[in-house]
């Protein structure tokens, strides 16, 4: 199977699994324990922390380890949005964990406000009245389009962002960036599947969305999981250190695929910026072949041998048009054969020039049918 899905999830980091599974069996102790076994897991999940924090510019005791970006959503739009009426301003492309959360929201009794977005998926700037609660995404989940979520944060309004799609792949320093809370989940940088992180200001008083302990400064209590703190702090640090070349790597691949299916399956459309695009990510590549139904080439390349998706993991099987397209105002035949191809550090070359064929092959079997 081609991977072409790292959009999903990615692949575990060896050098994490090493890592959990040693931790595992040396710091298995509850890390709030006053022992020695404790004091010793504790050590190894604040090393954990203060790593994670220095590699994306925050502070150690602003970092708030979750389950994954969705918690961290969660707890960062109710924890930030108080008690109703409340102005809320969005994005329409956002990931469905924050979407779904606003509609929430919504129904308590606070308003919310979209954005408008332009033909290449990037959020238009306007200003953002005092009193308001700002969420957007730093980078797309389907089109890989960069948003300028450093130009909104220049306002005096609390900023959150869905920073999920762009850790490990962008730089991202969360001091710089100016925002109040940052979401993002290890398994997008080759870490664990069930860990998260929602970075906090230090002067941001944030509501909890649950109770029962005094970790975490009780804005998320609960035993940490320490082991996947430490898979979560190595395959980071691998990220960071290898971000600039293999984003050069998967520049030309994606800029290869693209190329070699133009040239065999025309026309093929680019939802979103330009392989190379200052404002895109390096792994995200979004095609429309009109003439194709996107869930039937879906399903054809999956038995072709080609794993990849027509939008977010988290809204599959859902037969509506992807809200992140029909926020682009794409035309008809583009929305409806949409299809996401995502890149990762352990793609090759070689499956980008198999993949090619093979989506070429099935393109043009989904056209004549």
Not at 124 to 149: D, F, S, W, Y
Not at 263 to 286: C, E, F, K, R, Y
Not at 301 to 311: E, I, K, Q
Not at 321 to 334: C, G, R
Request: glycine share 8%; proline share 7%.
């Amino acid at each position: 199977m081609i991977f072409l899905d790292h959009n999903s999830t990615t692949p575990l980091l060896p050098a994490a699994a090493t890592a959990m599974r040693e931790c595992a069996e040396t710091a298995y102790g509850n890390p709030s324990s006053s022992h020695a076994v404790g004091r010793r897991a504790r050590q190894r999940l604040e090393d954990a922390r203060e790593q994670i924090a220095a590699l994306l510019g925050a502070r150690p005791e602003e970092v708030i380890f979750t389950s994954g970006a969705t918690e961290a959503n969660n707890l960062a739009l109710f924890g930030l949005a108080g008690e109703p009426p409340r102005r809320i301003v969005a994005s329409p492309i956002e990931h469905p964990c924050i979407v779904e959360p606003l509609k929430l929201l919504e129904k308590l009794g606070h308003s919310i406000e979209w954005l408008e977005v332009d033909t290449r998926g990037v959020v238009k700037l306007r200003p953002v009245e005092a009193g308001q609660l700002l969420t957007l995404q730093l980078a797309n989940h389907e089109t890989g389009a960069i948003q300028p979520v450093a130009e909104f944060a220049r306002s005096v309004v609390p900023v959150h962002t869905d920073a999920a799609q762009a850790v490990g792949k962008i730089p991202v320093h969360f001091h710089k960036l100016g925002v109040t809370t940052l979401s993002l989940s290890a398994h997008k940088f080759r870490g664990p599947i069930g860990i998260g992180a929602l970075f906090v200001k230090k002067t941001t008083q944030l509501r909890p969305r649950t109770y029962g302990g005094h970790q975490q400064r009780g804005l998320r209590p609960g035993t940490e999981p320490v082991a996947l703190a430490v898979g979560m702090a190595v395959a980071l640090e691998n990220a960071v250190r290898t971000m600039a070349e293999t984003a050069e790597r998967l520049t030309r691949l994606r800029s290869r695929l693209l190329e070699r299916l133009q040239q065999a399956v025309p026309p093929v459309i680019v939802n979103g910026p330009l392989p190379g695009d200052a404002d895109s990510l390096p792994t995200t590549l979004n095609l429309s072949f009109p003439g194709c139904r996107a869930d039937l080439l879906l399903m054809a390349l999956d038995l072709a041998g080609v794993a990849c998706s027509t939008g977010s993991a988290c809204s599959s099987g859902s037969l509506l048009p992807s809200p992140v397209l029909s926020a682009m105002k794409v035309p008809d035949d583009v929305l409806k054969s949409a299809m996401r191809f995502s890149l990762g550090e352990t793609t090759t070359e070689a499956e980008i020039d198999e993949a090619a064929t093979t989506i070429s092959a099935c393109v043009t079997r989904g056209r004549g049918v």
